[in-house]
Structure formats: structure tokens, C-alpha cells
């Protein structure tokens, strides 16, 4: 999993996994990112999308939490998986339960698309 999305009381949130260092260093730049809601806090990184960060910005933390798990899987995983597109489960909270989306070869526009509606 390399990203959760969730919607509660109006406000839209993804947690995406990250390098702890570049984590906390975000987090003192922005007001709208802290750590992991429920997550580990060193890896993982909240983010209210308020308008605060550009498209660009979170476009960039979506592709390095991807990175990072894509990292992480064995090389017999990353031979099946096509690393420039998405494979993952995304999970929408939409305070009367969560859906669960699964994604095979979205691009990170898709996702940015899927935060706006």
C-alpha cells in the first residue's frame, strides 16, 4: 500500500508513505502535513488537502511513496509489476465506511483527479 485516502468531516486527506528525513523536513515546511494518521510516524505523512500545496508538490509525494513500496517489493514482485504505473489498493473513508479501490496501471494525475471530485 503506498497511499490512503480519506474524507471525514469534509476535509480531504492522503497519507503516503516517505523517507523519515524528507518526512519531518515536510512537515516544518507545510501546516497541512503530519505525521501518519495511524500509521508509523516516522514513515508515513498525512496530508489535508486544503489547497496549500500545488498539484506538482503532491504529485511528487504520491510518485515517492510509490517509489519507496515499489523499493521494497522482491525482484520476482517488480518483475511483474510495470514501475511506472500504479498497482496498489487505494482506500476512501468516507466517514460511513471505507471503499476500497484497486488500481492497475493508473497514472498520478488519476489519483489527483479522484482528490478533486
Not at 497519507?15 to 515546511?29: I, T, V, Y
Not at 504529485?59 to 523499493?71: R, W
Not at 510495470?82 to 494525475?109: C, E, K, Q, W
Request: net charge neutral; proline share 3%.
Amino acid at each position: 500500500m503506498f497511499a490512503l485516502i480519506s474524507n471525514q468531516n469534509n476535509q480531504l486527506k492522503i497519507s503516503l508513505k516517505c523517507d523519515p528525513f524528507m518526512a519531518e523536513s515536510l512537515r516544518q515546511q507545510y501546516a497541512s502535513i503530519s505525521p501518519g494518521y495511524h500509521l508509523n510516524k516516522n514513515h508515513w505523512n498525512t496530508i489535508l488537502i486544503d489547497g496549500t500545496l500545488s498539484e506538482l508538490e503532491l504529485c511528487k509525494m504520491i510518485d515517492h511513496s510509490y517509489e519507496l513500496v515499489f523499493k521494497g517489493l522482491r525482484k520476482s514482485e517488480k518483475d511483474v509489476v510495470n514501475p511506472s504505473a500504479i498497482m496498489d489498493v487505494l482506500l476512501f473513508d468516507f466517514g460511513f465506511g471505507t471503499i476500497r479501490f484497486y488500481l492497475n496501471s493508473v497514472p498520478t494525475h488519476l489519483i489527483i483527479l479522484l482528490l478533486k471530485f
